[in-house]
Nanobody, 127 residues
Framework: QVQLVESGGGLVQPGGSLRLSCAPS????????MGWFRQSPGKEREFVAG????????SYADSVKGRFTISRDNAKNTVDLQMNNLKPEDTAVYLC????????????????????WGQGTQVTVSS
């Protein structure tokens, strides 16, 4: 099992940027496909971005394409989400997820396919 901890959330004005990080507790993320999801009150959990085992494949929700970038930092053993040009509708709790997919190039946008989740970090975009 892997325990995940998110960090980097906060309050930012529209148009601003934040960088979220997801770090494991006690082990490496090398063999895990990773995803970032978000959830707002009264809404379903929504896929934001995903990255494959080795970082060769990525996927983004249409709502964040061109603004968000997911990446793996092997030196820090983290998976990061760089969020630029933030909008009020990006306000949510952001959660990272991990899974050992059978192929290293798999990126999944289905939250039901991930077994391991962090507790989330709040992102609020407001003036």
């Amino acid at each position: 099992q892997v325990q995940l901890v998110e960090s980097g959330g906060g309050l930012v004005q529209p148009g601003g940027s934040l960088r979220l990080s997801c770090a494991p507790s006690g082990r490496t993320l090398d063999n895990y496909g990773m995803g970032w999801f978000r959830q707002s009150p009264g809404k379903e959990r929504e896929f934001v971005a995903g990255i494959s085992w080795r970082g060769s494949s990525t996927s983004y929700a249409d709502s964040v394409k061109g603004r968000f970038t997911i990446s793996r930092d092997n030196a820090k053993n983290t998976v990061d989400l760089q969020m630029n040009n933030l909008k009020p509708e990006d306000t949510a709790v952001y959660l990272c997820a991990a899974e050992t997919f059978p192929r290293r190039d798999i990126v999944s946008s289905d939250f039901g396919q991930y077994r391991y989740w962090g507790q989330g970090t709040q992102v609020t975009v407001s003036s």
